[in-house]
């Protein structure tokens, strides 16, 4: 079953315009979700997450994420675009299952910035 | 400050051989994991090991094994190499509570011809 959906499979935005990317979840639980970038060669890295509390959270870049739960929705977001912020961007879940966690990614949203 | 590192980065393989990544790291973390990245499929879980001892499958296992050979080392195994192999393969790893992130290596490139 599919745990995480990245609607766009890219967008491009100019650079200082805002930007919001999509993610939609299906868990049945209390989510825990995640947002990763990963630039051209490199791996990934967390930009914020979500467990519990305070629904809008804030993480790494200027970038921040609202959960809503009667959306099935953590979307990310930021004011005001970077030229240096073009890479593909990650969602994700922590899934229990079995003996442990499983970290399930949606398929990524690459992001393209034009001057 | 090493993390997570893997080995090797690149590698090209023939059709059949066989071929094992290796991945450890250096923060004390109980889960590891093995996942591939293909265009527009993301990024799909091989096979994971949430503890030392324990090895589970995920949404890809196929053609792949794995061995936790302690607490630090988590390495993939292709028996018989095949072109649907070819991928980047990353290894991540992560304490077991649910809220905490994953910590990712640099990737391998493999090339299956």
């Known amino acids: 079953a599919q745990s995480v959906t990245q609607p766009d499979i890219h967008i491009t935005v100019s650079e200082g315009a805002s930007l919001e990317l999509r993610c939609n979840y299906s868990?049945?639980?209390?989510?825990?979700l995640f947002w990763y970038v990963q630039s051209p060669g490199q791996g990934l890295q967390l930009l914020l997450k979500?467990?519990?509390?305070?629904?809008l959270v804030q993480g790494i870049k200027g970038f921040e994420a609202e959960f809503k739960r009667s959306q099935s929705s953590f979307n990310l977001r930021k004011p005001s675009v970077h030229w240096s912020d073009a890479a593909e961007y990650f969602c994700?879940?922590?899934?229990?299952?079995?003996?442990?966690?499983?970290?399930?990614f949606g398929a990524g949203t690459r992001l393209f910035v034009k001057a | 400050n090493a993390g997570v590192t893997q080995t090797p980065k690149f590698q090209v393989l023939k059709t059949g051989q066989s071929m094992t990544l290796q991945c450890a790291q250096d923060?004390?973390?109980?889960?590891m994991y093995w996942y591939r990245q293909d265009p527009g499929m993301g990024l799909r879980l091989i096979y994971y090991?949430?503890?030392?001892?324990?090895?589970d499958k995920g949404e890809v296992p196929n053609g792949y094994n794995v061995s936790r050979l302690n607490k630090r080392e988590f390495s993939l195994r292709l028996e018989s190499a095949a072109p649907s192999q070819t991928s980047v393969y990353f290894c991540?790893?992560?304490?077991?509570?649910?809220?905490?992130?994953?910590?990712f290596g640099q990737g391998t490139r493999l090339t299956v011809v």
């Open positions: 991540a790893s992560r304490l077991m509570a649910g809220d905490t992130e994953a910590f």
């Open positions: 979500y467990f519990s509390g305070d629904t």
């Open positions: 994700a879940v922590n899934r229990l299952e079995g003996g442990g966690f499983k970290t399930i």
């Open positions: 868990y049945g639980a209390t989510p825990y």
């Open positions: 090991s949430a503890s030392e001892g324990t090895t």
């Open positions: 923060m004390n973390h109980n889960s």
